[in-house]
């Protein structure tokens, strides 16, 4: 084969090119980068898997105890419907126990806003249609709702006031079960 190039030569010349352009600093430079982010990173993941911590799932249906509720609610059913994305959490306040309630209120528009805090949730907003709790004897008023709680395994306890200048009354709240909506067939 007399036009067959021997490939040695340029392997040979391959490696003479990259150890021209190689000198020890600039190794050095690069492991010292790829070695300081390695180690940066190592520090920020035991930073986050030690001091870090999600907000535990609390979103569902609270019932609250009609006895520990302010007057006016004390002869309705209360249901509080939790929905939550991390932190940030949104519900409705609702009077009524049926089945058919349940699934009205979380099919609303949520009417309380707030946020998981350090040890316990914090809600307020406009809450249409509790009856007897209005200052108004209107239909379609609004009544104006701060709750704050702790959730302690599967019930909900802290302190509701349903007007701008009522003084907070102490309630407790029990988690009911999930409802799995039923499977329609066709």
């Avoid at 699934?103 to 009417?111: D, G, L, M, Q, R």
């Avoid at 949730?121 to 701060?146: E, R, Y």
């Amino acid at each position: 084969m007399p036009n067959a190039q021997c490939p040695m030569p340029n392997a040979q010349l391959l490696i003479t090119k990259i150890m021209n352009h190689l000198s020890l600093k600039s190794l050095a430079f690069y492991g010292i980068a790829i070695g300081s982010v390695l180690l940066l990173f190592k520090v920020v993941t035991a930073y986050g898997e030690t001091n870090l911590k999600a907000a535990p799932a609390i979103g569902g249906s609270y019932r609250f105890d009609a006895k520990s509720l302010p007057e006016c609610l004390e002869s309705d059913s209360l249901v509080l419907t939790i929905e939550q994305s991390g932190v940030y959490l949104s519900g409705n306040l609702r009077s009524g126990s049926s089945e058919g309630d349940r699934v009205k209120t979380a099919e609303e528009k949520p009417s309380l806003f707030g946020k998981w805090e350090t040890q316990g949730l914090s809600l307020s907003g406009a809450v249409p249609n509790l009856t007897g709790c209005s200052d108004s004897k209107a239909t379609g008023q609004n009544s104006s709702v701060k709750l704050r709680g702790i959730v302690e395994k599967e019930s909900l306890k802290g302190k509701i006031s349903l007007t701008d200048g009522a003084a907070a009354t102490d309630f407790t709240a029990q988690r009911e079960a999930a409802v799995q909506p039923q499977k329609k067939e066709h």
